[in-house]
């Protein structure tokens, strides 16, 4: 928590720097990338997950933001981003959400960066949202999803409870939806403790395979297993 403070910290005083063509400005992403960004495909989501949302297609300018948060620890645009993760979600969710959540990072992958990059999203969402931000999942293993063949990530990281999420309507948030095994291995855990339903909201999804992404990003609610 003291190397995010720190982080956020000098976020806040240090010029912004477009991360997609590098210029200075008072904006996390300049307007001209900002118009560059696509629309998330679209896509059914994994069961037992009710419904998902993503903002915008893992490439170019999102997937830069994604990859400097990860890698870097740079973290302005991707709070920027959670702001209108949590709009989108707010605006089309099938109902209200009481509490805000996220897959946790690897080990090794918080020891390189200092830094739970699903965490600091899933705050600025619930933040945005005006509703807690609780860590409802631990990881079991330590084996990032990065990297990992498509029938590998499908399975998803092996996630435990941390707390009770009994009766409530959660929020998992993260960075990318590819498969959505991770976001299915965290909404099995919360439904089989109780939850009362799983949602899900993401900054980018992986488009598909010379596809272009549609008009919009989010999907139509599913009834939950």
């Known amino acids: 928590m003291l190397r995010e403070l720190v982080a956020d910290v000098l976020g806040a005083v240090l010029p912004l720097r477009c991360p997609g063509c590098g210029r200075v400005g008072e904006d996390a ?6 118009a560059r960004l696509r629309p998330a495909p679209v896509s059914t989501p994994p069961v037992p997950v009710e419904w998902w949302t993503s903002c915008f297609s893992y490439e170019g300018v999102a997937r830069e933001v994604v990859a400097r948060a990860k890698y870097r620890g740079e973290r302005a645009a991707v709070h920027e981003l959670g702001c209108q993760l949590a709009i989108a979600t707010s605006a089309r969710a099938p109902h209200a959400v009481d509490v805000v959540t996220w897959p946790p990072a690897s080990r090794a992958r918080y020891a390189r960066s200092g ?4 965490a600091a999203l899933a705050r600025a969402v619930a933040r945005e949202m005006g ?6 999942l631990r990881r079991l293993d330590d084996v990032p999803q990065t990297g ?8 998803g990281p092996r996630l435990h409870l941390a707390r009770s999420p009994l009766g409530l309507a959660v929020l998992v948030v993260d960075d990318v939806a590819t498969t959505g095994g991770t976001l299915a291995a965290a909404a099995r855990v919360l439904r089989a ?3 009362r339903s799983v949602l899900a909201a993401t ?3 992986t488009p598909r395979p010379g596809g272009v992404g549609p008009i919009v990003a989010y999907t139509p609610a599913t009834t939950p297993s």
């Open 29 to 34: 992403i300049c307007r001209r990338c900002r």
């Open 115 to 118: 830094v739970d990059h699903a």
């Open 131 to 136: 509703v807690p931000a609780r860590a409802y």
């Open 148 to 155: 990992r063949d498509a029938a590998s990530r499908r399975l």
């Open 193 to 195: 403790n109780g939850a």
């Open 203 to 205: 900054i980018a999804r």
